[in-house]
């Protein structure tokens, strides 16, 4: 059965602290791998898509890599606005639609 | 603001009524998806509609159905509810028919099912 595994479920980091996320998969075969931020009570929010083992994409603080079974979103120098849930989802390659499967997302607090 | 809108916002409702949620996808967009978000099962996808056809079908219930209309919107139709029905339902929309393509999401309704 397909599945997303993200950890940690929740990550309280203090300002400037930097670390990662991670996001592990398991399916047949990978199209795309999706990141997205999501605050709360509001929809989530693209922030990058990764589709073969190697690939690498930054924005800001933000940068996503990609391994053959997970995916890693690395956080730089945190600002306490970089607190959102973040999740991973996956496109199937054998789906010809637009079906994602989303990872359960890791709660990021960054403190002041 | 990702330019997918929905409504209403919140909805609070009874068990075994029947309620109807409705999305505009962003201008140029083909494809419409539905999720549900709970607490305990994450986002999970529904349905998706490309172009006014039904394109894929997730874990969506019978008493749960959609539809895409020539303009492009869609609307979920939740029948029968149930408390277990109490979530975030998301609509999201993409340019194409959803192979890679990125989806935005729009701001949700929260339904209550008391």
């Known amino acids: 059965e397909d599945q997303v595994t993200q950890s940690p479920e929740a990550l309280r980091l203090q300002e400037g602290e930097s670390s990662s996320l991670n996001c592990s998969y398991t399916?047949?075969?990978?199209?795309?791998l999706f990141w997205y931020r999501q605050d709360p009570g509001k929809g989530p929010e693209f922030l990058f898509t990764?589709?073969?083992a190697g690939e690498e994409k930054e924005k800001e603080r933000l940068k996503a890599t990609l391994t053959k079974k997970e995916s890693f979103l690395h956080i730089t120098a945190p600002k306490p606005e970089d607190s959102a849930t973040y999740l991973c989802?996956?496109?199937?390659?054998?789906?010809?639609?637009?079906?994602?499967?989303f990872g359960q997302g890791t709660t990021l607090q960054v403190k002041p | 603001d990702s330019g997918v809108t929905q409504t209403p916002k919140h909805l609070i409702t009874a068990t075994g009524q029947r309620v109807t949620l409705r999305c505009s996808p962003r201008?140029?967009?083909?494809?419409v998806y539905w999720y549900q978000q709970s607490l305990d099962q994450g986002l999970q996808f529904l349905i998706q509609?490309?172009?006014?056809?039904?394109?894929a079908k997730g874990n969506i219930l019978e008493r749960f159905s959609a539809q895409q209309f020539p303009d492009l919107h869609s609307e979920l139709n939740l029948s029968s509810l149930e408390l277990g029905d109490s979530a975030l339902y998301f609509c999201?929309?993409?340019?194409?028919?959803?192979?890679?393509?990125?989806?935005?999401f729009g701001p949700g309704t929260r339904l209550t099912v008391l």
């Open positions: 990764l589709y073969s």
């Open positions: 201008s140029g967009d083909l494809s």
């Open positions: 999201a929309s993409s340019v194409g028919g959803g192979i890679t393509d990125t989806q935005y």
């Open positions: 509609y490309y172009n006014g056809e039904e394109r």
């Open positions: 399916v047949s075969g990978l199209r795309g």
């Open positions: 989802a996956v496109q199937e390659r054998s789906s010809n639609t637009g079906k994602l499967i």
